[in-house]
């Protein structure tokens, strides 16, 4: 349990470099102009990398403290945000 949190922590920390630049390139998307859906793809793109830097702060706490499972699930909350925006994405782009 110890080397998968460790893994997840450092998969997730590789994770944060592609986010920053997504979160970066992200005010790109009001160029068709503001809309719920835009406003909603924005805030999650953003919610993304601020998420795993809280989530590696909190885990690595944890896993100090000798809780692994939840060092483990901690460590997977950012994934809800990319599902989330991969189902905004399918979404907006079935509906267009």
Known sequence: M??????????A???LLPALYMAL????MFDSGATTRTWTLFW?????????????IASWV????GVYLW??????VPLLFVALL???FVMS???T
Not at 62 to 65: A, G, I, P, S
Not at 71 to 76: I, K, N, Q, R
């Open 86 to 88: 991969v189902v905004l």
């Open 44 to 56: 999650t793109v953003l919610a993304i990398p601020a998420s795993i830097v809280v989530t590696q």
């Open 62 to 65: 944890l896993f100090y403290k």
């Open 13 to 15: 920390s590789l994770a």
């Open 71 to 76: 060092a483990l699930g901690v460590a997977c």
């Open 25 to 28: 390139m992200s005010p790109m």
């Open 2 to 11: 110890k080397s998968l949190v460790v893994i997840v922590n450092i998969l």
């Open 93 to 95: 782009s079935s509906l």
